[in-house]
């Protein structure tokens, strides 16, 4: 079990009216939360709160809550200071308990103390690069053959931005996409599934989208965060989830850091499982792309892209070029999926690998993933495919994905 202990420090002993009407609305939402016991305490300008919980999950849904939020938004005002910390244990501490771990270990928060304050640099060398890859960007949601609905949610880490498809009472699906990708192309082969479900395609923060620039740490849980809280903006209790490339490994956080929000999983030439040979990825990833990053021709350009593109439109090379010339790239590699990690992962799982993937070879995803996970359903192995695929085989994919999610 967990329990959340918080103190505040009033500005003034005559904002304590201020803070017994903001009190009110918590102990209101409370009254609705799965909460186990709850006390509270104060004097002149510090009060003190603390509540037992049965699991990590209600604690978080209680305070990514609207209401909790636009609590804790309003007693900025009052507040000189406010300190949070959250411990596993079966019992509410005593007071005297409390508040030595509040002095000991909790973390001071100025603003709103559930959320993390990031610096954000852009990750543009220049504003004409970000127009550029803006108007790809675009030029590809305009190309879709099904109807798109904008929706922008503010999150801990910034604005994330989600293209939303389909009936709002179908079953929702939310869609994440490669790197750098953004949700058009990750619609693009799979665009059939908005027919019966409502689905939500992500883009990434911290990537070439329309999302907050914020690079978030691909070591801890905050990917796992982020996706939670864009899930409670859109008041998605749980979904079935599609992961494409490293948005497999981003979906994997999630796995990690709220299973219980996860119906189905479908994970799509997955990173994060199993790395690329490394001779191979040598000759032909890494000597290709230092001799792009050098001569900055495209004939280099697309020897490059061989490796993982099957075929390379036009935009297609005006993309990578931005991408690798234009922006402070992410070259880090992600960590991979232990089998600890997936202790508390339960739901049925299906893997699709590519058997020309020079990222993430299609056998090894195979054998890797029969080893992790204990309730993988089905794979299929997309046959003389590279990374990206061709426009011939989106409807293979389509329909193997929408099978799935009717399983």
């Not at 060398?125 to 949601?141: A, F, W």
């Not at 599934?193 to 070591?219: H, M, V």
């Not at 508390?344 to 993933?369: C, E, Q, W």
């Not at 299929?380 to 929408?402: A, G, M, R």
């Amino acid at each position: 079990m967990k329990v959340s202990i918080t103190s505040i420090e009033l500005k003034s002993p005559l904002s304590f009216f201020k803070l017994s009407f903001l009190a009110l609305h918590i102990a209101n939402q409370l009254k609705i939360s799965p909460y186990i016991e709850f006390k509270k305490k104060g004097f002149w300008t510090k009060h003190y709160a603390m509540t037992l919980w049965r699991n990590e999950g209600d604690m978080r849904r209680f305070f990514h809550s609207e209401a909790h939020l636009e609590v804790i938004k309003k007693s900025e005002s009052i507040a000189k200071e406010i300190k949070i910390i959250t411990i596993e244990v079966d019992r509410l501490p005593h007071w005297k308990e409390a508040c030595i771990l509040l002095k000991n270990k909790g973390e001071v928060y100025r603003s709103n103390p559930f959320q993390k304050k990031f610096i954000s640099s852009s990750i543009y060398k220049s504003d004409h690069v970000k127009t550029e890859l803006l108007k790809l960007y675009n030029k590809k949601q305009k190309s879709l053959k099904i109807p798109t609905e904008d929706i922008y949610v503010d999150t801990f880490a910034g604005r994330t931005h989600i293209l939303a498809s389909g009936d709002v009472h179908n079953p929702p699906v939310v869609i994440l996409h490669g790197i750098n990708a953004g949700a058009p192309i990750s619609l693009e082969a799979i665009q059939g599934i908005s027919k019966n479900f409502r689905i939500y395609a992500l883009d990434t923060i911290g990537q070439t989208t329309k999302s907050a620039e914020t690079r978030l740490s691909a070591k801890n849980d905050d990917y796992g965060k982020w996706l939670e809280e864009v899930l409670i903006c859109l008041k998605i209790e749980n979904a079935c989830f599609v992961g494409i490339s490293y948005g497999a490994f981003l979906l994997q956080k999630l796995i990690q850091f709220a299973p219980e929000r996860i119906n189905k999983v479908i994970l799509v030439v997955p990173a994060g499982i199993v790395n690329g040979d490394f001779l191979n990825s040598m000759s032909k990833l890494t000597f290709p792309l230092l001799k792009f990053l050098v001569t900055k021709t495209e004939k280099s350009l697309v020897q490059f892209m061989d490796a993982f593109y099957m075929t390379k439109k036009e935009d297609d090379i005006l993309f990578q070029k931005n991408i690798l010339l234009g922006t402070k790239m992410d070259y880090r590699r992600p960590p991979l999926l232990k089998k600890e990690n997936l202790i508390h992962f339960n739901s049925p799982t299906f893997i699709m690998a590519a058997d020309m993937d020079v990222f993430f070879p299609g056998h090894k995803v195979l054998g890797r993933s029969i080893e992790l996970f204990n309730n993988l359903k089905d794979y299929h192995v997309l046959k003389k495919t590279k990374h990206i695929p061709d426009e011939s085989i989106y409807s293979e994919i389509e329909n193997k994905i929408i099978d799935w999610l009717n399983y």
